[in-house]
């Protein structure tokens, strides 16, 4: 009776009350006699309970793998890859691919800074992520959101910038490499430190621009003109003051607090500098369309300067009203802009 007592009396150490019920009914089991143990599909069975079922762990993994894979896509921003297409500019200017199989060697120099990009942008949200948090749009990347771990993050990084750096040497392209590793070492500085910088910040940034193009040139072998280098810079620039403009007109007191350099800058003054290299860039493509030996080449280059003027007039209506919008959105989805794109293509293409 005594031994009866304290069974029924212990406290159960489980908060289910499962191990109390066990204790209080073992005295009445004891006189029968044990149920024969059933076959587990799972296999045999344990004294602590059935197996957990591994299949449904793996199951429930998936899903945990599948958004680890997701947020690493969009931390490398795939809608920003479409710049890459800027290493066919060498070629579209020269009007050829160059060496044979051309074009497969640009879609490799593509692929190389797609996958350097990539690279930066893990980097930079890494170094970001805590100002980040507090941006109103920029919190919901994956990595401030902490949807992609910093270990993942740093792992696809490096992933990136090895895959982009072996593309050129896969081709055996030395120009190719050095331009991925100009990116890579020129994006990482500014990460680290040179985008605090004022104005040597923003040519960083256009700097990223020049070296695309000048990796598809390495890549399919066309040199490229001096006049070519000259638009392709003050273009990039011309964006890269537009972007801190835009952000600068959408978060006004506040654009400090995310990007420590800001407040080195007035609206006034990136208004009037982008005007002012928008200037520039058109005189610099008329002189460069006025070089040319051909009569016919010659008018119909200098004819694609007015719908490159009107595109440049249209960014700079839209970067007044861009609130807080990407640069990116105003080049790729305004009509007038596209028309205006579009148009400039054609008579220059119409000219080679």
């Not at 942008?121 to 959101?145: G, M």
């Amino acid at each position: 009776m005594t031994t009866r007592f304290r069974a029924d009396s212990a406290p159960s150490a489980d908060p289910d009350g499962r191990d109390g019920q066990a204790c209080s009914a073992a005295p009445a089991r004891s006189a029968q006699p044990a149920p024969a143990a059933t076959a587990s599909p799972l296999g045999p069975a344990s004294p602590l309970g059935p197996a957990s079922p591994a299949p449904a762990a793996s199951a429930a993994s998936r899903p945990a793998l599948l958004g680890w894979l997701v947020a690493a896509v969009q931390a490398a921003r795939p809608q920003q890859w479409p710049k890459n297409l800027l290493v066919f500019a060498a070629p579209l200017a020269g009007a050829t691919l160059g060496r044979d199989e051309g074009l497969i060697y640009a879609l490799i120099a593509a692929a190389a800074f797609t996958a350097a990009s990539s690279a930066v942008y893990y980097v930079n949200d890494l170094a970001d992520a805590e100002r980040d948090r507090r941006h109103p749009v920029k919190r919901n990347r994956p990595i401030a959101s902490g949807r992609l771990p910093t270990r993942g993050a740093l792992a696809a990084a490096a992933a990136c910038a090895a895959a982009a750096l072996a593309a050129g040497a896969a081709i055996g392209e030395p120009g190719l490499i050095a331009a991925v590793g100009a990116y890579l070492g020129l994006s990482m500085l500014y990460t680290l430190t040179l985008k605090h910088v004022p104005v040597l910040e923003m040519c960083l940034v256009a700097s990223g621009f020049v070296l695309r193009a000048l990796g598809g040139a390495a890549a399919t072998h066309v040199p490229p003109s001096g006049w070519f280098l000259v638009v392709c810079s003050l273009g990039a620039l011309m964006v890269a003051v537009s972007k801190r403009y835009t952000e600068l007109a959408a978060l006004g007191a506040d654009a400090a607090r995310h990007r420590p350099v800001m407040r080195w800058y007035r609206s006034g003054w990136l208004r009037a500098g982008e005007r002012a290299i928008a200037v520039a860039m058109i005189a610099a493509y008329l002189l460069w369309a006025g070089s040319g030996h051909d009569h016919w080449v010659r008018a119909w280059h200098i004819a694609s300067a007015l719908p490159l003027a009107v595109a440049l007039l249209r960014f700079d209506w839209l970067a007044g009203r861009a609130a807080g919008r990407p640069v990116e959105d105003l080049i790729v989805k305004d009509r007038l802009m596209n028309c205006a794109e579009v148009a400039w293509l054609a008579l220059f293409v119409a000219g080679l």
